[in-house]
């Protein structure tokens, strides 16, 4: 069972729509939560960070949200346009002992905005 | 600026050969880089953790005489892959991480590079 489950797997929207994606992580000890935008054969590119203490974080039209107690956290995109189709990776960031800190991926919600 | 580069973007090379992947950050200096790879609509799989001028440190289950890793300067990074076969084929990650006191521990992404093995 992934540590990070994103949800959903895929999702279809209109241009103009708005949309949310879900991330539920279990996790610990946590340090912080990414959202990463990945285009189709290209890199991730971080959107929001938060850390324990941050509820909500804006990027432009990307609204992120968390609940560090129910370890849940939603990344909302308003008016979206088709530039929004992508994957968008939940990356919650624990610490270690050994290593210091790790990233643990999500497998990604597939956003397609449809004309 | 913390911009990764990777280089080539796409690569198609035949069974049994080796392909050396590049990874520089361009605008500071990497005190860490990782190397991940990435199946169709799967998440990122963390391979190997290299600090500059010392050996990588490789996860459970990837072998490090397949996938060679150096890391010889502060600005780049160089996985190869060693007698490829087709299940290697795959899309190849690299970040990079600098101790600054405002991006602590952030890891940067490089575009990717596509490999395919015939």
């Known amino acids: 069972k992934n540590q990070v489950e994103q949800s959903p797997q895929s999702l279809i929207i209109l241009e103009g729509k708005n949309c949310t994606l879900q991330c539920n992580y279990t996790v610990s000890p946590f340090s912080n939560l990414r959202w990463y935008k990945q285009d189709t054969g290209r890199g991730p590119v971080s959107l929001t960070i938060?850390?324990?203490?941050?509820n909500t974080k804006s990027n432009g039209r990307y609204t992120a949200t968390l609940d560090a107690d129910t370890k849940q956290s939603s990344l909302h995109i308003t008016a979206s346009q088709l530039s929004d189709s992508a994957s968008y990776i939940c990356?919650?960031?624990?610490?270690?002992?050994?290593?210091?800190?790790?990233?643990?991926f999500g497998e990604g919600t597939q956003l397609t905005v449809n004309p | 600026g913390a911009v990764v580069s990777q280089h080539p973007s796409r690569v198609i090379c035949k069974s049994g050969t080796s392909v050396k992947i590049e990874c520089r950050s361009l605008?500071?200096?990497?005190?860490?880089m990782f190397w991940y790879r990435q199946f169709p609509k799967k998440s990122l799989m963390l391979m190997a953790t290299?600090?500059?001028?010392?050996?990588?440190?490789?996860e459970q289950g990837v072998e490090k005489d397949k996938f060679l890793i150096n890391h010889a300067s502060l600005t780049l990074s160089t996985l190869t892959v060693t007698s490829a076969h087709p299940e290697d084929s795959s899309f190849y990650i690299c970040s990079a991480s600098f101790a600054g006191e405002r991006y602590v521990n952030e890891q940067f992404f490089g575009p990717g590079t596509r490999l395919t093995v015939l």
């Open positions: 990356v919650v960031r624990i610490l270690e002992e050994t290593s210091g800190s790790r990233l643990t």
């Open positions: 605008d500071f200096q990497a005190t860490t």
């Open positions: 290299s600090n500059e001028g010392s050996k990588a440190t490789y």
């Open positions: 938060m850390t324990f203490s941050e």
